[in-house]
């Protein structure tokens, strides 16, 4: 299965900062982002410390694309599986998909519909499911980040309720959002 290392995004946020450099200053002062700057992303095994650079270069226009696909490439251990830190990260995600001004709001939900596809626990179900994904018990970020989706309840409902999202969502990703919302 194809892993993402940490090197590998210690070196995809440098080279975005790089390119960027000015995309962290871009949303030092919006209220989705307080308390970025104070979480230790470094400490989570396997995130590189520039995480809270990368969530403000979600607000630059010109950076905002390719913040959102370095972080989603951050966030993620592989294709299949969430991050320890994508849980610290998701509060930052959820508000800032419910924010109009965000440039790149619908990546953002769709980004929370995998985050949420993803959290589901898999125990109980097929062995290949659990192969693929991993037990909960090994993958609490799952858990964690139901809880997140659960204590940002409105803002999922919100999001779900929005008809300013260009594509809206559809009935199973409603469906999916609403479990990983819902204790």
Same mark, same amino acid.
């Given at each position: 299965?194809? !892993? ?10 440098? @080279? ?10 871009? *949303? ?5 982002? @307080? ?20 969530? !403000? ?37 959820? !508000? ?27 125990? *109980? *179900? ?30 999922? @409902? *919100? ?25």
């Amino acid at each position: 299965m194809c !892993r993402i290392t940490a090197a590998g995004k210690e070196a995809a946020v440098a @080279r975005f900062l790089q390119e960027f450099p000015r995309a962290p200053q871009a *949303g030092r002062d919006h209220p989705a982002l @307080r308390g970025c700057d104070d979480i230790v992303w470094a400490d989570f095994p396997g995130c590189p410390a520039g995480v809270a650079a990368v969530l !403000r270069g979600l607000l630059d226009p010109a950076a905002a694309s390719e913040a959102e696909r370095v972080l989603c490439n951050v966030l993620m251990d592989s294709v299949f599986r969430l991050g320890p830190a994508m849980p610290a990260a998701l509060p930052f995600l959820l !508000r800032l998909a419910a924010d109009p001004a965000v440039p790149v709001r619908a990546g953002l939900a769709e980004v929370l519909l995998v985050v949420a596809e993803l959290s589901h626990s898999v125990d *109980g *179900g097929s062995e290949q499911a659990i192969r693929v994904l991993g037990s909960d018990h090994e993958r609490p970020e799952r858990a964690l980040c139901r809880a997140v989706f659960a204590e940002h309840v409105d803002l999922v @409902r *919100g999001l779900l309720d929005d008809r300013t999202l260009p594509d809206g969502f559809a009935p199973d990703e409603r469906a999916s959002l609403l479990k990983a919302a819902t204790p």
